[in-house]
């Protein structure tokens, strides 16, 4: 496809359920990005991917959150034990491998914890 | 650490009038600076980036960006404002250490252009 796209687009789950978000990159680009935009709080790095490198994991909230990244390509977001705190978008971008290249968002997943 | 600031969480202005969105950095080195627009309901939207060069960078839609290294601004501008430009603005820089390359976003700026 021509830009990054994310899976699902919507995500409703009750509290201490695990959820899965998924996203697929712009072919051929090697760095990898998520983010959440929370009401109130703007956006915020949670991890970024960069070819077969070890992983930015800074932004990452708590240790419920944890990601992968299969083959280069794919990622998924894992968020373990949901809370209500976690009702966010997840918007996830990625770029060619050098920094000055600008991130290509995809339209986000917007993730709604009862 | 590095910081971005949007200092208006709201700035309205009229159809056909000259807009601008403030942002504001702090960042160790030399700042990769870009802004993004977000429409509801949508991912964000690449509109321009300031690397090295010239200080007045052009994008899309016709907005266009001055870097001021001394007051280490990089406002978003445009000469004429259309309705359709209303939506949220992000500004981000991505600094040159730590040797990754995440963005930090400011909080977002919503612009209301009326018509």
């Known amino acids: 496809g021509a830009g990054v796209s994310q899976s699902p687009s919507n995500k409703v789950t009750e509290k201490g359920k695990d959820v899965e978000l998924r996203c697929d990159p712009i072919?051929?680009?090697?760095?990898l990005y998520w983010y959440r935009q929370s009401l109130g709080q703007g956006l915020e790095f949670l991890i970024y991917?960069?070819?077969?490198?070890?992983?930015?994991k800074s932004g990452l909230p708590s240790d419920r959150f944890s990601a992968e990244r299969t083959g280069g390509s794919v990622s998924t977001l894992t968020i373990q034990r949901t809370q209500q705190e976690d009702s966010a978008v997840y918007l996830c971008?990625?770029?060619?491998?050098?920094?000055?290249?600008?991130?290509?968002f995809g339209p986000g997943t917007r993730l709604t914890v009862l | 650490a590095q910081s971005v600031a949007q200092p208006e969480d709201q700035v309205n202005v009229a159809e056909g009038n000259p807009l601008t969105v403030k942002c504001t950095y702090s960042?160790?080195?030399?700042?990769?600076l870009f802004w993004y627009v977000q429409y509801p309901n949508r991912g964000l939207q690449f509109l321009l980036k300031?690397?090295?060069?010239?200080?007045l960078v052009k994008g899309s839609y016709g907005f266009e960006a001055e870097f001021n290294k001394s007051q280490t601004s990089f406002h978003l501008k445009k000469p004429s404002a259309l309705v359709s430009d209303s939506a949220l603005y992000f500004c981000?820089?991505?600094?040159?250490?730590?040797?990754?390359?995440?963005?930090?976003f400011g909080t977002g700026t919503r612009l209301k252009v009326l018509a």
């Open positions: 971008a990625s770029s060619a491998i050098t920094r000055r290249d600008e991130q290509f």
């Open positions: 072919s051929g680009h090697t760095a």
């Open positions: 991917f960069q070819g077969n490198s070890a992983p930015d």
């Open positions: 960042v160790s080195g030399n700042p990769y």
């Open positions: 300031y690397i090295t060069g010239d200080n």
């Open positions: 981000a820089v991505s600094g040159t250490t730590s040797g990754t390359y995440k963005y930090i």
